[in-house]
Structure formats: structure tokens, C-alpha cells
């Protein structure tokens, strides 16, 4: 009887690591993926309270083994209180991406990732309701990596960015803003699905 629990022991050891090496973490092409993030900040100085919301999916397409190329949205939500007076600005960004990944069919991989985006804001202070329109540029590094087969976690920064903006009103000027970036604070973290 003991033999025979030992056979089946080292027969199901045997199978379950010939199954783990035929799945394999990281990507290759042809391999889709989702991704994104969520956050919310909320700060509070006496009167004065801030809440902020942001959401930000992503699919994404390997064209090669290296480069994948995807779509984006995103939305963020900025509330201001400042005692009676109340600040509230809605973006809404739709664009693009490429990813060059360095080492794509490893567990942990760095890739670099550029994108376009289509912007637009609304500002209300309850006196003044103005609408932006504009558009941003922008690329950095990140890394990911694979918690299971399908799963990865996925860390980016936004290392380098152009944006302008122009307020939907005869006469206005647009407003440029350039960021270059190397600090911590600007890491967005996110869960990647491969599919």
C-alpha cells in the first residue's frame, strides 16, 4: 500500500511540473492583453478638501515578439472645496500606444511606451463653466510582471510628456505644458489580463 501512495505521489509530482512548463508566464506574438488602473486621493486642510478619481484601461496587441501596439481611455475627476466655494474639473482622454518590451516571454519585463491622446476637460466653479480641448504626447519605462499565466502586475511612470490645451472660447490662447519626470511620486500601478 505504501508503495503504491509513493507511485501515485511521484506520478501526479511528474505531471503537475510537465504542466507547468508547458504554460509559460510572458508574452509572445500575437498574445492581447487588458490593463489599467484605478486610484482615488482625498485631502482635507481645515475648510479646504480635495478628492480626485482616476480610471484608466488599455488593450494592447503584440504585433511581434517585442512591440505591442493598443488603444486607451481614461477619465479622472477633480473635486475642489475651498469653505462655500466649489472647484470641479472633468477629463475625458482617448488615444494610442506602442511598448517596445525588452524581454517579453520572461516572468519580469521592462518596456518602454509611447502614446498619443486626444483630451478634453471641463472646468466648473459654479460661476463658470469652460470646456478645453487639446491633445498630449507623451512616453516612459515600466516594468511587468507575471503572477500567474495570465496575470501580471505592471508599474509605469511618465518620464517625458507635452500637452496643450485650448479653452472653447473666441479669443483664447492655448496652454502648453512640457514635463520631464524622474521622481517616484508619478508611478501608476496597474493588473494586466493576457488573453
Given amino acids: ?114 502614446g498619443a491622446d486626444y483630451l478634453t476637460r471641463n472646468f466648473d466653479n459654479g460661476t463658470t463653466d469652460t470646456t478645453f480641448n487639446g491633445f498630449g504626447i507623451g512616453g516612459g519605462p515600466g516594468v511587468s510582471y507575471f503572477i500567474g499565466n495570465h496575470f501580471a502586475l505592471e508599474a509605469s511612470w511618465g518620464a517625458l510628456s507635452y500637452t496643450t490645451v485650448k479653452a472653447d472660447v473666441d479669443g483664447a490662447e492655448s496652454t502648453d505644458n512640457f514635463e520631464l519626470s524622474v521622481g517616484l511620486e508619478d508611478i501608476t500601478l496597474g493588473l494586466v489580463y493576457k488573453f
Fill in 1 to 114: 500500500m505504501k508503495k503504491l501512495l509513493l507511485t501515485a505521489l511521484a506520478i501526479v509530482s511528474f505531471v503537475s511540473a510537465n504542466a507547468q512548463d508547458e504554460t509559460t508566464s510572458g508574452f509572445t506574438k500575437g498574445d492581447a492583453f487588458i490593463s489599467g488602473s484605478v486610484g482615488f486621493a482625498s485631502e482635507k486642510t481645515g475648510d479646504n478638501k480635495d478628492n480626485a478619481f482616476i480610471i484608466s484601461p488599455r488593450i494592447g496587441y503584440f504585433i511581434s515578439e517585442n512591440i505591442a501596439i493598443g488603444a486607451r481611455i481614461g477619465y479622472q475627476s477633480l473635486k475642489q472645496e475651498e469653505g462655500s466655494l466649489e472647484n470641479k474639473t472633468n477629463t475625458f482622454n482617448a488615444g494610442a500606444f506602442g511598448r517596445y518590451f525588452f524581454t517579453p516571454s520572461n516572468k519580469f519585463s521592462v518596456f518602454a511606451e509611447l
